[in-house]
């Protein structure tokens, strides 16, 4: 059974940090890609950051760039999201999904597996 856990989520200030984990299991993680979205109440699920799992290339969305750092550890079948510098709009539930074709893309509905989310709550 395919399983995507985020963890890590909670309440920061404006200019603080966060590390989001998603830890999976279930499948060969080698041949996956990894990607991290979030929705907001109100809005459509937005993609964040992706990572092809097998040559480690990474994706940030323009209003994350700079700001975040996604990261693979296949050993531990695990992916980061390091996020520094928050903003109050990047409140969210940020979600982790597995794509099984192993293409990195910011695509909500190319994605196969999906975690049950994850809070982030950026206060002013």
């Known amino acids: 059974e395919v399983q995507l856990v985020e963890s890590g989520g909670g309440l920061v200030q404006a200019g603080g940090s966060l590390r989001l984990s998603c830890a999976a299991s279930?499948?060969?993680?080698?041949?996956?890609?990894i990607g991290w979205f979030r929705q907001a109440p109100g809005k459509e699920r937005e993609g964040v950051s992706c990572i092809s799992s097998s040559d480690g290339s990474t994706y940030y969305a323009d209003s994350v760039k700079g700001r975040f750092t996604i990261s693979s550890d296949n050993a531990k079948n695990t992916v980061y999201l390091q996020m520094n510098s928050l903003k109050p709009e990047d409140t969210a539930v940020y979600y982790c999904a597995a794509d099984r074709l192993g293409i990195a893309t910011m695509i909500p509905y190319e994605y196969d597996y999906w975690g049950q989310g994850t809070q982030v709550t950026v206060s002013s």
């Open positions: 279930g499948f060969t993680f080698d041949d996956y890609a």
